[in-house]
């Protein structure tokens, strides 16, 4: 079966661009910029973003490039004979599994806000009532599993 392979600069963009910003920061990130300091935060996010994230995006984007394989298989391919690189690989992918489950998780929550926004469930609420909402939401796990289903 061949590879496939992203046909355009702009298709990688994106992609990119969605794997970077993710629901955490859709999510959440609103939340806590009004806790920590608004502007003055968000400068010094951006800051330690581009210290810690651009080095980290260049070492996954030279080892995609030169190994051509999938993460697992990427350090298989690069390591030296008698190293242990190829572990690293096994733990990337451990940990996009822990990220899925929590991104399931909050995309399950955004849905059923969504619907119960759109369907007039939050109208006359205040904040108290609408928190209410989230408990019990949490407190039916069938309706939790089939809104990340």
Sequence with gaps: MARETLKSRLGFILLS???AIGVGNVWKFP???GQSGG???VLIYILFLIILG???MTME???GRASQRCPVKAYQALEKKGQKWHIHGGFALAGCYLL???YTTVTGWMLHYFYLNASGKFVGLDSTAVSGQFDEMLAQPGIMTMWMA
Excluded: E
Aim: hydrophobic share 70%; with cysteine; aromatic share 22%.
């Design 31 to 33: 939340y806590v910029v």
């Design 100 to 102: 899925m489950m929590f």
């Design 61 to 63: 984007f030279a080892i």
């Design 39 to 41: 502007g003055a935060f």
């Design 54 to 56: 651009l080095p980290v």
């Design 17 to 19: 661009a969605g794997c």
